[in-house]
């Protein structure tokens, strides 16, 4: 935002440039119109001249003095500059200051029938205290509202009597950042004495406000000007206003520099008036953002901030309008497919029963749900909440049958993974019961090459039991009881998969690709009146190959036929009426191909509504996800199933994980055993292993 200039600082103090020559060759005389009925005109006039005085006494070799034409407006000049400055800028913000307190009554009224609980007040503080004052007269100070002051406001808070400060609790507002130097302290101290002096009927006085700090520094600014070199005693108001605009120096409320007639401010201070006065709850640098304090720009956000009525949540920003009218709920009327919405109206009862779907005129209602697509051509016209769908087009295909014949069927049961871990262990088991018997079984005996097959034979073996090695060592006899134990399971459940395999049938889509339909010249069908039949056309099917159907009994009918016979080969719709499909036809169909992105099912309101983003929000938490999803669950059936039924020839298939446990017993126990041998030949063979 650009920093307040001359314009901003007549709301102060309105400076007028005499246009006429100078009476006296030394000096400038410079025309001051203020309201010194008012506090703020007598304080700005005491900040004028002390400036000056400080100028002067500053720079005591300056050559031309200001010479101050002081008159008193008495509330009318100002107030109709400002008055018409607001009218020229602000055509809408749109109340008089003069406004009396039936004619604010009234807005106020209007403003608290509206569902919006932000309200923004930008006019000076005078006006803005009998606007909040009717406001909390009307209870709108209270809960669910947040009042939003412009700098206006903000400038003055230090300033307002308490009076005034209690009918703005809770405002959030910000002023411009004044660092409290020893100098603008120094100023504070000298200006309030002075101050007391020249009005001695005012008895108590605040510190000077941020436009009184700058009606310093813009005095400093004139009397600056007037000395550049440059700027004759006989100038024109013009070339003295163009001196101004380039003067730059460090005033008490900051550099001052003016950029197209604006006072240039780096930092804002934003407050929440509280109690007696303001609190800070965080500063805001137009070009960096907005920090909890100015030490640490790592700190982003706000301080705690109390709303109006104490209330420490920021409130939702809307409400139900106190009339207590009730939404006007619009649902989409279609002829087909109504699971998802549908209204029935019943002339016995003269009431109607929300189950379907009216393309509504949003004017004329608050909301429409239902099955609402949202896209592209729509937002122009409404606004739409996050999708509350799985958002997407697909297609369903038949389920043709299939037995499986290939000649390689008999390592399907297991997986490779599975396979290559039980070739290990028949090694490993065959390696250990060798180590055990081959010292003291002499039909383990014989060259490496015979006990190398002896290892491999006894290992095989075990999945028959027809090894005729007669063990001698009760540990590898253990060994090959643990091992063979888990030969039978693992042979029965090959054998009882495998058979599956052979029996069951296969159930393939007919259909694996958009690409196989639009290379085929294949008719497809689409739910009548959607949008559907636009995307397939943009993705390349002719409209001669396009169908239309309104239910899914004749989606399932057309599916069945075939192209061939006068049908469809596939139906494309949005996901959600798929699976109202397959939630009724969970056999012989299947939805196959990519997912196109689309825009999902969205609630619809009128454009700035304030229900869409609370709507939003509450869609996205994960409460209301999982209810959603039993929601789901409830009217087209768990997902899942009819998946499991197709994947039935998969999941017949055995895998290590199946397995892992009887694998675990096995090497725990060959690994035991031959830990326990090793040590037995070691204790007995100690003598030897030592010389």
């Given at each position: ?30 025309g ?9 005109g ?14 002067y ?16 407006s008495?509330?009318d ?10 009218h020229a ?39 803005a ?14 809960d ?13 808070v ?54 009184l ?18 700027v ?13 605009l ?28 509280i109690g ?58 279609k ?7 549908d ?16 393309q509504?005129r949003?004017?004329?209602?608050d909301?429409m749900?239902?099955?609402?697509t ?26 043709k ?11 399907q049961?297991l ?6 871990v039980s ?67 693992l042979?029965?459940?090959?054998t ?41 056309e ?55 191909g ?6 999902g ?31 789901e669950?409830?009217w ?17 298939r055995?895998?290590?994980?199946n ?10 126990t ?19 292993l030592r010389?």
């Amino acid at each position: 935002m650009a920093g307040s200039g001359l314009p901003c600082l007549a709301l102060a103090l309105l400076i007028l440039l005499s246009s006429s020559s100078t009476a006296v060759a030394s000096s400038m005389r410079v025309g001051v119109v203020l309201d010194l009925t008012s506090d703020a005109g007598k304080k700005s006039l005491t900040c004028i001249n002390m400036a000056l005085d400080d100028f002067y006494a500053a720079h005591a070799n300056a050559t031309r003095r200001v010479d101050l034409r002081v008159r008193d407006s008495r509330g009318d000049v100002v107030t109709a500059a400002h008055a018409g400055l607001q009218h020229a800028h602000h055509c809408s913000v749109a109340l008089p200051v003069d406004v009396n307190e039936d004619d604010l009554d009234t807005v106020i009224h209007n403003l608290k029938e509206q569902p919006t609980r932000v309200l923004i007040v930008h006019m000076l503080s005078d006006l803005a205290a009998r606007v909040l004052k009717r406001a909390m007269l009307a209870g709108m100070m209270s809960d669910g509202y947040v009042w939003i002051a412009t700098a206006g406001i903000g400038s003055d808070v230090d300033s307002l009597s308490p009076d005034r400060v209690d009918h703005m609790q809770g405002i959030i507002t910000f002023r411009p950042y004044i660092q409290t130097t020893g100098r603008v302290l120094n100023f504070t101290t000298r200006f309030k004495k002075r101050f007391q002096l020249e009005n001695p009927s005012i008895r108590v006085v605040h510190d000077p406000s941020v436009p009184l700090l700058w009606a310093y520094d813009t005095a400093w600014a004139l009397a600056a000007a007037v000395n550049t070199n440059g700027v004759s005693s006989s100038a024109t108001s013009r070339t003295v206003l163009d001196s101004v605009l380039n003067i730059t120096f460090d005033g008490l409320a900051g550099q001052f520099r003016l950029v197209n007639g604006q006072l240039q401010l780096s930092t804002y201070e934003l407050v929440n008036i509280i109690g007696k006065g303001a609190r800070t709850v965080g500063f805001w640098m137009p070009e960096f953002g907005i920090f909890k304090n100015l030490k640490d720009n790592n700190e982003k956000g706000l301080r705690q901030i109390l709303w109006p009525g104490d209330l420490a949540i920021a409130p939702k920003g809307w409400d139900m309008s106190s009339n207590g009218r009730p939404l006007r709920i619009a649902i989409p009327s279609k002829h087909g497919i109504k699971q998802l919405v549908d209204v029935s109206y019943s002339p016995t009862s003269n009431t109607s029963t929300v189950t379907g779907n009216l393309q509504p005129r949003l004017q004329k209602v608050d909301a429409m749900v239902g099955d609402t697509t949202i896209s592209t051509s729509k937002m122009n016209k409404v606004a739409f909440t996050m999708p509350f769908t799985d958002t997407g087009l697909s297609m369903i295909v038949v389920l043709k049958k299939e037995t499986s014949g290939s000649m390689w069927i008999f390592l399907q049961p297991l997986t490779s993974t599975l396979w290559i871990v039980s070739l290990v262990f028949f090694f490993f088991t065959g390696f250990v019961v060798w180590v055990i018997e081959h010292r003291i079984n002499p039909e383990f005996y014989g060259m490496p090459s015979q006990q190398f097959g002896i290892i491999f034979y006894f290992a095989f073996s075990t999945l028959v039991f027809s090894h005729k090695e007669k063990l001698e060592s009760n540990l590898s006899r253990f060994v090959v009881i643990i091992w063979v134990f888990v030969v039978l399971i693992l042979t029965s459940s090959y054998t009882a998969s495998l058979t599956s395999m052979l029996t069951v049938q296969r159930l393939q889509p007919t259909v694996n690709s958009v690409q196989d339909l639009l290379r085929n010249g294949d008719y497809v069908g689409y739910q009548r009146g959607s949008t559907v039949g636009y995307w397939l056309e943009e993705m390349g099917f002719h409209r001669k190959n396009l169908l239309g159907y309104d239910t899914v009994e004749e989606y399932a009918d057309a599916l069945q036929k075939g192209s061939e016979n006068g049908g469809v080969s596939a139906i494309f719709d949005e996901i959600p009426y798929l699976k109202i499909f397959l939630a009724k036809y969970c056999e012989g169909y299947t939805m196959v191909g990519p997912t196109y992105r689309l825009g999902g099912f969205g609630f619809a309101f009128p454009i700035g509504s304030p229900l869409v983003h609370d709507v939003s929000q509450a869609i996205m938490i994960p409460s209301v996800q999982e209810e959603m999803v039993q929601i789901e669950n409830k009217w087209f059936g768990d997902p899942g199933v009819c998946q499991r039924k197709r994947s039935s020839i998969n999941s017949s298939r055995l895998g290590f994980s199946n397995f892992s446990g009887l694998f675990l017993i096995s090497g725990v126990t060959s690994g035991l055993a031959l830990f326990i041998h090793l040590a037995i030949f070691v204790h007995q063979e100690r003598d030897r292993l030592r010389a």
